[in-house]
């Protein structure tokens, strides 16, 4: 992702949606661990109040979890 000129730490996954909002979503195997810029992006998601979640497991496992956060935060357009 950084080669795509993405800040270091930037999250695999971010979702824009109405009003201007936007979500993250780290994506770990089983065993990953986030790096320390990753880390960082997490805590100046929080103090900005931006939604950041850190998904773990298999790829079955990451997109029910994936699937699960888009449905409760993301609302459904009319």
């Excluded at 880390?39 to 850190?54: D, R, Y």
Aim: charged residues 30%.
């Amino acid at each position: 992702m950084k080669k795509m000129g993405l800040k270091s730490g930037c999250p695999d996954i971010i979702i824009e949606y109405p009003e201007g909002r936007i979500l993250y979503i780290e994506l770990k195997n089983e065993k990953g661990r986030l790096s320390d810029s990753q880390k960082l992006w997490a805590v100046q998601s929080k103090a900005m109040g931006t939604p950041h979640f850190i998904v773990k497991g298999g790829v079955t496992e990451c997109l029910d979890q994936i699937k699960e956060i888009v449905e409760i935060n993301v609302p459904v357009r009319s």
